[in-house]
Each structure stands twice: as C-alpha cells, then as structure tokens.
C-alpha cells in the first residue's frame, strides 16, 4: 500500500459494483454525473471510481468471453466482493441498493420509485419493497447491458423496453436477479417470447415458432415476426445471456 493511501472497504466496493451494474459500459468516465455523484458520497475522486469500475470490468467473465479487458491489477478484496456480488444475486443488489439508500440519507423507496401507497401495512409491505427494489435493479442492470436498446429490433426508446426473465421469476428463485437471466426486449416481442412464440437459442439466433410461421403471411405476420427468423440478437455489452437458461427456454418454452 503506498503511504496516504485510503484502501477502499466493503461498502464502497459494493457500491461501486452496483454501479457498475447500472451503467453503460461506453458510459464509464469521469465527467458521467452518476459517477461524480458516487465519488462525493464515497469521498472519493471520479477517477478513482472508474478505475474501480475498470478493475472490476476485468473481472466480469461475458467481457472476457468478447476479448474485452479492463485494467489487471484489481486487488484481493476487489475479487472477493466481485466473487461474493456475482454468485449472490439473490441478495447482494437488495444490500447494495440499502447501503445506496442509507448513505444517500433517503427511504429506499424513493430511491427506486416505489409508491409506498401502493403497498400494504407491515411485514407484507417490507416483502413487496425488498420485490419492488429488486425488480428496478433487475431493470436497471439489464437496460445498461444492452445501451437501452431491444435485442430483438434494435428499437432504442427505454420506455417501451421491458427487462424479461429468460428463465420465468417464478421456476428459479436464485437467478431472478441474474442479469445472464435477462434481455432487454420490446413489449410485443416479451409477450411472445413468454408464450414460447419465439425463443432465442445458445448461438444468439432468433427463431420463430412453426404457431406464427403457419399462419397466413400477412403485412403484420412479415413486419413484427418473419423478418427477424435466424436473425442474430443485439448482444449486451456485457452479462451475455447464460447459454443455459437459453436452452431452458429453447427446451421448455418454445412452441414447435
């Protein structure tokens, strides 16, 4: 450690990574507001924070698997907490989106826009908030993957993008905040790929359900579906879909 050094803590190491989540990889730089934002809570310059988002870039296994490299002197306790946030997901993004809100001194809620009239009395309330603050992350971390954009049609307007689950929330507890458990799709093409009306498979191809390709070929059949058929997905910039919950869906979702 050279002398004066501050060695960053747990905390800030989860807040980073929560960041990291969050952000556009092309967005990682000093001037990104949301970057100066964390380095006044954390006391810390932005530089500083986007070589950590770099470091822990060099971690992050989809990168590596496109030949993209952050830099390679990310720390012991760097790997730890990227280790401990990446096979935790279950858990991890809630913590980091408590210590967010704690240090930010505001109610979780409104840091993930909860309307907390919306939500019942007690111990029901805290279950659907902890849902709720969950489900934004999911969002946020899938939107950043793919720069806001629908894998399906190239369609860049994030109102109209959905963050769907590959694998349904409700068939695997501990991958529903898994971002290789996600893609970023328009509402129309989320719809039919819940209904197993397209599925994407292990190769990162769109295919078409034989329920769509032998209906009659109309305008709206040909528009919305038959020109995507093994056509290749936007990939993310990073957290590439899992190979196998794409089998999964390829498996157990789509309709032949």
């Known amino acids: 450690m050279k002398?004066?050094?501050?060695?960053?803590?747990?905390?800030?190491?989860?807040?980073?990574?929560n960041l990291y989540c969050k952000l556009p990889f092309g967005k990682i730089h000093r001037q990104n507001p949301q970057i100066i934002h964390l380095s006044e809570l954390i006391n810390r310059t932005p530089s500083s924070v986007v070589y950590k988002l770099v470091n822990f870039a060099s971690l992050d296994p989809s990168l590596?698997?496109?030949?993209?490299?952050g830099f390679s002197n990310a720390s012991k306790l760097d790997k730890e907490i990227w280790n401990e946030f990446y096979n935790s997901w279950e858990d991890l993004p809630y913590e980091s989106e408590m210590l967010l809100a704690k240090i930010e001194n505001r109610p979780i809620e409104d840091n993930c826009n909860i309307n907390i009239n919306e939500l019942p009395l007690g111990k029901t309330s805290e279950r659907k908030v902890k849902v709720r603050v969950n489900q934004s992350f999911f969002r946020s971390a899938?939107?950043?993957?793919?720069?806001?954009?629908?894998?399906?049609?190239?369609?860049?307007?994030?109102?109209l993008l959905i963050a769907s689950h590959i694998k349904p929330w409700s068939e695997d507890e501990k991958n529903r905040l898994n971002p290789r458990n996600g893609i970023a799709i328009n509402a129309l093409h989320d719809k039919a790929f819940e209904n197993g009306l397209i599925t994407i498979t292990p190769e990162y191809k769109i295919k078409i359900s034989d329920v769509i390709l032998r209906q009659k070929r109309t305008e709206s059949i040909e528009t919305y579906f038959l020109q995507y058929e093994n056509k290749d997905i936007v990939l993310p910039s990073r957290f590439l879909p899992d190979i196998e919950f794409l089998k999964y869906h390829n498996d157990y979702r789509f309709r032949r």
Do not use: H, V
């Not at 002398?3 to 990574?17: F, S």
């Not at 899938?142 to 109102?159: H, K, P, R, V, W």
């Open 3 to 17: 002398k004066g050094q501050n060695l960053w803590n747990r905390d800030e190491l989860i807040l980073a990574i």
């Open 64 to 69: 590596k698997a496109r030949g993209i490299k």
């Open 142 to 159: 899938i939107l950043a993957s793919y720069n806001n954009t629908c894998c399906i049609t190239g369609l860049s307007q994030s109102e």
